[in-house]
T-cell receptor, first 116, second 115 residues
């Protein structure tokens, strides 16, 4: 079974600085998707960025980028120029390319605080 | 609607009572998902609907949990004979086709507290 591990329960960053959130996963599949979701206090999960495993190029979305290391099964999220609105829980998630389309597997999350 | 809507936002119930949680997905989204989030934990998958069928219900923790979807729209998650360990936030999400790389759109969840 696939698993997702986020080893940092909490992280803190100064406004305008850069922070990296770690995520590792375990799978025997070769094709899959990886995601980072943000959960603010409103509880509504919001997609931050996604990566297809067959793509070697790291995904980027404005201030958010990932470092995808397929061999190491690592998928970290880098937030540049951190803003107060970035404060939230961040969840790393995995989903098989095929098979059960429903099963998006989440890590336990990292709580990010942004200091003014 | 404009987004995924869940009701009620909060529900307090007594142990042993049945509860129904409702999810209104984004109009036109064929895929609908239910997740459970215990305090301080990640999301646990419960069940996935494609249209009105549930091809994956592997995450339902016991036979006290059931879900249905009608009209390829509204879904109801029912928990019978609630237990204290059922206390959690129940999140619903929808996506257009249910394909692997699709973005899921989440509701704000129902906070269930079982006393």
């Amino acid at each position: 079974a696939q698993t997702v591990t986020q080893s940092q329960p909490e992280m803190s960053v100064q406004e305008a600085e850069t922070v990296t959130l770690s995520c590792t996963y375990d799978t025997s599949e070769s094709d899959y998707y990886l995601f980072w979701y943000k959960q603010p206090p409103s509880r509504q999960m919001i997609l931050v960025i996604r990566q297809e495993a067959y793509k070697q190029q790291n995904a980027t979305e404005n201030r958010f980028s990932v470092n995808f290391q397929k061999a190491a099964k690592s998928f970290s999220l880098k937030i540049s120029d951190s803003q107060l609105g970035d404060a939230a829980m961040y969840f790393c998630a995995y989903r098989n390319y095929g098979g059960s389309q429903g099963n998006l597997i989440f890590g336990k999350g990292t709580k990010l605080s942004v200091k003014p | 609607g404009a987004g995924v809507s869940q009701s009620p936002s909060n529900k307090v119930t007594e142990k042993g009572k049945d509860v129904e949680l409702r999810c209104d997905p984004i109009s036109g989204h064929t895929a609908l998902y239910w997740y459970r989030q215990r305090l301080g934990q990640g999301l646990e998958f419960l069940i996935y609907f494609q249209g009105n069928s549930a091809p994956d219900k592997s995450g339902l923790p016991s036979d006290r949990f059931s879900a249905e979807r009608t009209g390829e729209s509204v879904s109801t998650l029912t928990i019978q004979r609630t237990q204290q360990e059922d206390s959690a936030v129940y999140l619903c999400a929808s996506s257009l086709l249910g394909q692997g790389g699709e973005k899921l759109f989440f509701g704000s969840g129902t906070q269930l507290s079982v006393l």
